[in-house]
């Protein structure tokens, strides 16, 4: 094709070099060591601001059957995606052009900032982004980090999050049988569970509170914003000593 009269617009990532940030791998490296809350939200802030890459690969596409052999009609590029046995599905993205070469040095890198390459996941159905994938830095961002990434947003933890609590709390409000509600991070630390505690009066059978809580879950689980908050949640339940004898 003539490349008379053609012009490519800019990307914006004309001085690349393809080197990783140093910050964001040091983030990343103390997260993959020793996980925490406050880590998690350093290395989401760093994330956030770097430039990252998305690998390609050639994919043949119209094969054809032709003396027994399978021929690839043509060639095409496209993102790369990975799933797990549970069928969960994972974006790769790599800081730097290092950590994407020893991954797989036959891939083409594609640098985005970090809310597209977020975009990318979540249109190609996928649930996390996996940084710098067989580093010893690697990481797993969660579904909530991907989606806060997406809608370009501060991460928030869910025990730590306003609207968390607020969508929470409504949920439960339709439950009069509970006395009071109260959320915290889930175990280990950062593991991306919200631990929901419920204070129920002492007498309820066990199918009862366990109708309580799925009725509390189904509620969360319908709600949008809230999915895009919360990356697991686990109940706990305690009577309410004030109502007598549990």
Do not use: K, N
């Not at 998305?54 to 690839?72: F, K, M, Q, S, W």
């Not at 049988?177 to 204070?199: C, E, M």
Request: overall charge negative.
């Amino acid at each position: 094709m003539p490349w008379a009269h053609r012009e490519l617009s800019p990307s914006g990532f004309e001085g690349d070099t393809g080197e990783a940030d140093p910050l964001v791998r040091e983030a990343a490296a103390a997260v993959a060591a020793y996980p925490s809350t406050a880590g998690e939200r350093e290395l989401l802030a760093r994330v956030a601001g770097a430039r990252w890459l998305v690998p390609i690969v050639a994919t043949g596409v119209d094969t054809e059957v032709a003396d027994g052999r399978r021929l690839d009609g043509q060639a095409e590029m496209a993102f790369v995606s990975l799933t797990a046995p549970d069928g969960q599905r994972a974006l790769p993205v790599f800081s730097g052009l290092d950590s994407l070469a020893a991954w797989d040095p036959q891939a083409r890198p594609v640098p985005v900032t970090a809310d597209r390459a977020a975009q990318s996941a979540v249109s190609e159905g996928c649930d996390t982004m996996l940084l710098d994938l067989g580093s010893p830095h690697a990481v797993a961002l969660r579904p909530s980090m991907v989606w806060a990434l997406a809608m370009v947003r501060e991460w928030v933890p869910a025990h730590e999050d306003r609207t968390v609590f607020d969508g929470v709390a409504q949920a439960v409000a339709m439950e009069p049988a509970v006395v009071s509600v109260d959320i915290s991070d889930g175990t280990p630390p950062a593991s991306g569970v919200l631990r929901i505690a419920l204070t129920i009066p002492a007498g309820l059978s066990a199918a009862e509170v366990s109708a309580i809580a799925t009725r509390i879950g189904e509620r969360i689980a319908s709600d949008g914003e809230l999915r895009a908050r919360i990356d697991g949640v686990a109940f706990a339940v305690r009577a309410d000593s004030s109502s007598g004898p549990a």
